[in-house]
């Protein structure tokens, strides 16, 4: 399985909402709810932020929010903040007990 | 507090072989299957293994040299490497799995191989 496509960058203002696209393809996430996301502070394990595509874990912050529309997903931060700033995985289950990941998205509060 | 702690990273020749360890506490290990994610320097994640009692599963570049297994006594889950390559050198991460979701994972071990 290839990996899934993220932009390698994404910005934004405090403030601001930004969005970060996921693409995969009909065998992952067009073919499975179980798309996850994950932040990853520089030198830390990442942490799970949003499951099942649009679920959030209790603590996580509401202005994480997550989409699907067919092979795409979607990340969204709401009123980005300084403490957002990480880098961020898509990860969608793909079938016969394996996962793929995508690139990573670094984002930056400007 | 639910913990996953892994170890036995390290130093190793192209061709060597390691063992890393992850040790689960908080949580009842034996109910949840688990997973290794391994992270190249400057990369991205990726999944290379699963396993949930008796059945395992594998990424294609691991297949055949990497061996998962646990021991629900000591809480325990293990990756067995063998035949090392620099492509292998990364960090390490156990990751629990809940319902196709990595819910908790380990701070991680780094694994270096070079000559």
């Known amino acids: 399985q290839s990996a899934l496509t993220q932009p390698p960058s994404a910005s934004g203002s405090p403030g601001q909402s930004v969005a970060i696209s996921c693409a995969g393809t009909s065998s992952d996430i067009g073919a499975y709810k179980y798309v996850s996301w994950y932040q990853q502070y520089s030198g830390k394990a990442p942490k799970l932020i949003i499951y099942?595509?649009?679920k959030r874990p209790s603590g996580v912050p509401d202005r994480f929010s997550g989409s699907k529309s067919g092979n795409t997903a979607s990340l969204t931060v709401s009123g980005v903040q300084a403490e957002d700033e990480a880098d961020y995985y898509c990860?969608?289950?793909?079938?016969?007990?394996?996962?793929?990941f995508g690139g990573g998205t670094k984002l930056t509060v400007l | 507090e639910e913990q996953l702690v892994e170890s036995g990273g390290g130093f190793v020749q192209p061709g060597g072989s390691l063992r890393l360890s992850c040790e689960a506490s908080?949580?009842?290990?034996?109910?949840?299957?688990m997973n290794w994610v391994r992270q190249a320097p400057g990369k991205g994640l990726e999944w290379i293994s699963y396993?949930?009692?008796?059945?395992?599963y594998y990424a294609d570049p691991v297949k055949g040299r990497f061996t998962i297994s646990r021991d629900n006594v000591r809480n325990s889950l293990f990756l067995q490497m063998n035949s090392l390559a620099a492509e292998d050198t990364a960090v390490y991460y156990c990751?629990?799995?809940?319902?196709?979701?990595?819910?908790?994972w380990g701070q991680g071990t780094m694994v270096t191989v070079s000559s």
């Open positions: 396993i949930w009692t008796d059945e395992v």
């Open positions: 099942d595509v649009d």
């Open positions: 908080g949580f009842a290990f034996n109910t949840y299957s």
């Open positions: 990751a629990r799995d809940r319902a196709f979701v990595f819910d908790l």
């Open positions: 990860c969608s289950y793909g079938g016969r007990h394996r996962w793929v």
